[in-house]
């Protein structure tokens, strides 16, 4: 075999396979902070100690310290070599490696995915020219006028229109040299008794892309008095690269800026997706569909830790939508939502209302839980006491399902509040509840990661070094011998490595317990202003041959950052403390000079190392005079 690797080609590969995406086939993963976590398929565990960095394309498992990029993961979980791992990888991306050994039944499905990318960009691109370009298409600019989309929204989300024909599509396709069969697998073009036709006819198209911004499908609104017949919204239909149960509309376009504000706001439709953006809400996807399902829900947590729901009222009390809305909260995301009033969805609502009031509106998002407390308590006749005993019981049997206990212990006051029931009476109804609940979660069987772990135990040899944490005679991880303060800064300045230059005058070699560490600061150091996220981290990784540095750099990673507020006083803060403990070093070694030179009765030299001991002492004085937080990063 005459495959070679080349970087260009592991780069291509790398970025074409998203590290939570590869892992998320074989792991659960739910959303903390910036992180991903699961159970760690590479030892048994219960809790979570598994991470996912997404934005450094990196794992690290506290656990068992495996860590590494998506090859790694690969290559460790399917006990594959390199180049066994770069072809599975290559394969999951559709990226074609010239091995001739792919067998016949997967390249037939390579080939299918890749017929519908190429039919359905086709087919975008044409509905877009037919939009700008077409007499024949008046009536649906003027409708998207009337709508007040404007040519940006238009443009940023590729609309379209699908000509009033039977074939217009069809002879297009034809011209470009699909086969009938590749239009019928794309489901834009139907078989008919005598001939094929198009699908979509006088419809403005809303194309569905992936996040990368490949076309999936396709949604196709009719143009309004005409039809009636016809449904109002026409979806693509399912094929093996569109499945409605798996996309968010309008997650390419708003992809980075929920990342940025790590929050998605979910609305039920199209035009909602594009007039949310045109007026500047740009973290906005639509669900199509108001039962989320847990394919969009994980979608979801890989990009922010919070969703807001954007629903009509009536919609969002419905039990689909509330079962959905659970579904992401079990994702591990923080869910909030905020209703409109029947019948008013976000489009109409913000061309009656405009930007301010939406935003006034999200804002005041309530709490998944405080949400559903609310709509009970709406509902039900306080004065009859029967109905408050029973909503009491619904309002419990929401509580229990909050799993954080303090969290829990404050959304019970809320419900007693609301609920005008004896506090301290409520309190211990729902403790006692959830004792029950947890009793009979602990006694469900746990079953499904262990038998995770054994089968990938058969796949071969040597799992078994990654079944027990910490193996025996195994060297301590770096981070173990640095101090909260530095792996606090390293991993902030990983995060952002133009920190490194507030810090900079105040470190040096000796601020660090371990010279590793001091070689890793100065790597990212040399990079700041240049690289960050990924590229910092594979460069970063390319420049590391010790494997410690490269599993400290991988716990760095997926542990960054998130949970200071103020980034740029925090890192100080660190090198205020590490400047504390260097000097602190620094002091015990010139007293122990001091117990030998008195010792010794050398006067002059006591005398000297007194002063000097004093200067020191002084000079940590200051040092923690301008810490914010003297306690803070102690470990
Ligand atoms: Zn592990």
Redesign the pocket.
Known sequence: MSLRITDELKEEIRSRNRLEDVVGTYVTLKRSGKSLTGL????N?RTP??SVSPDKQLYY??????SGDVFDFVMEYERLDFMEAAKRLAERAGIVLDTGDESSSERKRRQERETLYEVNGIAAKYFRYRLLKSRLAAAARNYLSSRGVSSESSERFLLGYAMDSWDDLYRVLQKRGISEDGMVLSGLVKKGKKSAYDVFRDRIMFPIRDASGRVLGFGGRALPGKGDDQPKYLNSQETPVFSKRRILYGIDVARDSIRRSERAVVVEGYMDVVTCHQYGFTNVVASLGTSLTRDQAQLLARYAPEVVILYDADVAGQDATLRGLELLRSEGLRVKVVTLEEGEDPDSFLRANGASKLKALLESAKNLTEYRIDSVVKNTDLRDASLKAEASRQCIAILVEVSDPIERLEYSKYAAYQLMVDEDVFLRQVDAASQRDRHAWDTLPKTRYTKQVKSAGQAGPGIDR?TE?QAPGAEQPLAEKLTKAELLLLSMVLDDPDLTALVDDRLCEESFSHESAYRIYQLVRECAGQARGEQLHSRLLARVDDEAMKQLIHRLSVDAGGVAADPKRTVVDCALHMEDARLGRKIADLESQLRESEREGDIDRSLRLRKEIMDYQRFRQETRARMSNPNAYRS
Request: charged share 15%.
């Open positions: 760690c398929p590479f030892h565990e100690s598994f498992c506290f656990g068992c310290g495996a990654r944490p």
